[in-house]
């Protein structure tokens, strides 16, 4: 069962998880938003993403190091240009598992 | 639209994310349980708090005994990469009700952001179409985290490439964002300011930082190219 200590951390985290989804949302959907602003919002989704993939692929391991060529970042390369050619979620994420998955059976002795 | 093909189109653009989240949801219902947590604990975790990095990093902390304080700041950090995305996803959302906004923004995450920002940006895509997807990405979430603190022990680490899911998941979202000159060179700026960040600074702020810089830095960049492109179309 969990404890009210449990409850009220869990209570605490949703809260900090919750406010920044909701902020931005409900107060810059009510109004008119200047067009640089705009323009500035529109390349963020394009930053966010980069900036998941590459930390996810070339920086590895505790302590965190720079790894530029390894099994993840090489099967990026076929998987992305599955991603490019099909534009389909659900096949990038079906092959970039298959390939992986060969991948590592192969190559890693 | 009646709401059977809202819900229809909303259940095909989540399933890829779906697929992305179960083997996630698996590892981290399977750490959980093995950190000493009740299947009501990670139950409650995965509905409350619902953001995958923020519930492993909020697992490890405690087993660790870090101070609560600590682990709601680290949270927050973790997260403000959504007020980010939220930002974005405001545009499409002009006007919608505040009891709406509400709901939505429960289940706005890396993976339902991008895709429904696919979506707006190609349209026609109705807020309640965005809203089944993050809804039905939630439902994925909690229930593979729920199964994976239940039996995930009995799966073998690693099979079948599960562990690859979420990147195949985040080059594919990255690759349906490059439309253009100004977003290749945004990614690329992000990407490697992201990196050199994550390399020099502890923690997790290099997302967010890495990438309000490199949005900065593409947006002065395309701004540039534009003047310099209008002067010369007088001379």
Redesign the interface.
């Known amino acids: 069962?969990?404890d009210a200590?449990?409850?009220?951390?869990?209570?605490?985290?949703?809260l900090?998880?919750?406010i920044?989804?909701?902020?931005?949302?409900?107060?810059?959907?009510?109004r008119?938003?200047p067009s640089w602003f705009?323009?500035?919002?529109?390349?963020?989704?394009?930053?966010?993403?980069?900036?998941?993939?590459?930390?996810?692929?070339?920086?590895i391991g505790n302590p965190?190091?720079?790894d530029i060529l390894q099994m993840?970042s090489i099967?990026?390369v076929p998987?992305?240009l599955i991603?490019?050619r099909t534009?389909?979620?659900?096949w990038?994420?079906?092959?970039?598992?298959?390939?992986?998955?060969?991948a590592?059976r192969f190559f890693s002795g | 639209m009646p709401f059977m093909t809202f819900a229809k189109e909303g259940m095909r653009a989540a399933w890829p994310i779906c697929i992305g989240y179960f083997p996630l949801g698996l590892a981290f219902g399977i750490l959980a349980q093995k950190a000493g947590f009740g299947l009501l604990d990670i139950a409650l975790m995965s509905v409350v708090v619902f953001a995958g990095s923020s519930q492993f990093i909020g697992v490890a902390m405690l087993s660790s005994g870090a101070a609560p304080t600590s682990i709601v700041l680290t949270t927050f950090m973790v997260n403000l990469r959504h007020f980010l995305m939220s930002s974005s996803l405001a545009v499409y959302l002009h006007g919608a009700g505040r009891r709406f906004i509400s709901l939505f923004a429960y289940g706005v995450t890396d993976e339902s952001f991008a895709v429904n920002m696919v979506r707006f940006r190609e349209g026609p895509w109705h807020p309640y179409e965005a809203l089944t997807v993050n809804h039905i990405a939630n439902f994925a979430w909690i229930a593979s985290t729920i199964l994976g603190g239940y039996g995930g022990q009995f799966i073998p680490a690693g099979s079948f490439g599960i562990d690859y899911a979420l990147s195949a998941m985040f080059l594919c979202l990255l690759a349906f964002q490059l439309r253009g000159r100004r977003y290749l060179l945004t990614a690329v700026i992000s990407g490697a300011l992201a990196s050199i960040i994550a390399l020099m600074v502890p923690g997790n702020s290099f997302v967010v930082a890495g990438s309000l810089l490199g949005a900065t830095a593409g947006f002065a960049l395309a701004r540039y190219a534009e003047r310099k492109r209008r002067s010369c179309a007088r001379c």
Do not use: C, N
Request: net charge neutral.
């Open positions: 069962m969990p200590d449990y409850i009220l951390l869990i209570a605490a985290m949703g900090v998880t919750y920044p989804r909701w902020l931005p949302l409900y107060f810059l959907s009510q008119k938003l705009v323009e500035w919002l529109d390349l963020i989704p394009v930053a966010i993403l980069s900036s998941l993939v590459f930390s996810d692929l070339f920086v965190r190091h720079l993840k099967v990026a998987t992305f991603a490019l534009k389909s979620l659900g990038t994420v079906i092959s970039g598992m298959m390939l992986f998955w060969v590592e």
